[in-house]
């Protein structure tokens, strides 16, 4: 453990400040899980494949159609798990692969991600993912934590009535990568009416899209999630400094890239816990599963055997 933490010390470039702490203490790992959230699939229709499926959508039960013409349809299954949508026009018109799937894999069954990888994806050739969600659930109270980034990206922060946050956003929802960090418990609570039994629930979120989805394992490189303690700081005004910007987060924006670097720095000197240590850790622990987990729906399907054998 001491040899751990004096890694992880030597990893953040600890300069000294002679009340800064190391960043060994952490949030046990079994209080927090990793997956996937959503995943599109998009892909081309096979050809061949397209009038069966056509009418495959119009008469499975396990279908709830929404749109259906010649070269287009659009609908949902497995009672509004999954929503499916093909159109070889738009898709010709505008350069693109003509038919998505999207879902939510934690609330598919074995056998309904097999229905869904059997009746729609394993239909698609060049098949690639158009967007990844990568979720870790944690049962601490985030609202205690500061989040920044080593880039510069956009951050806007939601509080609830009580003016604690709530909600935190990091990017813009078009690039290909945007976080959410909120209080899930809540939200299943108003949206849901779920009721969670843990005290606290919340959920950092990482909304990978187009090349994002290649590097979903290290999507938060530049992420720190901290409690920096700030009345450790001997020099007055270092503790002023990071006190105003810890609370009137709009004052980064004023300081310099030198500056700002160095007081990223000191907010990680001078905090016990690095969250995303453990997010780390878990997500190592959990890769194989995660890889595996896309790569079955990217593997070959009879379709693509017949296709591969007719040339």
Request: aromatic share 10%; hydrophobic share 35%.
């Amino acid at each position: 453990m001491e040899n751990e933490q004096n890694r992880q010390k030597l990893d953040l470039g600890l300069t000294g400040h002679s009340n800064s702490r190391l960043n060994g203490d952490s949030v046990p790992t079994q209080d927090m899980k990793v997956s996937f959230d959503r995943i599109t699939i998009v892909g081309d229709l096979i050809t061949e494949q397209a009038k069966i499926l056509r009418d495959l959508v119009a008469f499975d039960s396990n279908i709830s159609v929404r749109d259906v013409k010649t070269d287009m349809f659009e609908c949902n299954a497995l009672s509004n798990k999954a929503y499916i949508r093909y159109d070889k026009h738009i898709g010709q018109a505008l350069g693109r692969r003509n038919m998505r799937v999207e879902f939510n894999p934690n609330n598919l069954t074995r056998d309904e991600q097999g229905y869904l990888f059997d009746t729609f994806v394993s239909r698609m050739a060049n098949r690639d993912f158009s967007r990844i969600d990568l979720a870790f659930d944690i049962n601490i109270d985030l609202k205690k934590y500061y989040v920044m980034s080593d880039k510069a990206i956009k951050e806007t922060i939601f509080l609830s009535r009580k003016k604690e946050v709530e909600t935190k956003y990091f990017g813009v929802r078009d690039s290909e990568r945007y976080i959410r960090i909120y209080d899930k418990k809540k939200q299943l609570s108003e949206v849901e009416e779920k009721e969670i039994e843990d005290e606290y629930f919340w959920r950092i979120e990482f909304e990978l899209k187009r090349d994002m989805t290649k590097k979903w394992d290290v999507c938060f490189d530049d992420l720190s999630i901290l409690q920096p303690a700030w009345k450790t700081l001997e020099r007055s005004s270092e503790r002023a400094m990071v006190y105003m910007l810890l609370n009137e987060e709009d004052e980064w924006g004023y300081l310099d890239r030198k500056t700002k670097a160095k007081f990223k720095k000191i907010l990680k000197e001078i905090s016990d816990i690095h969250l995303e240590n453990d997010m780390k850790n878990i997500l190592q622990n959990e890769h194989m599963r995660l890889k595996n987990e896309l790569g079955d729906w990217m593997r070959p399907s009879q379709y693509d055997k017949m296709r591969y054998f007719k040339y």
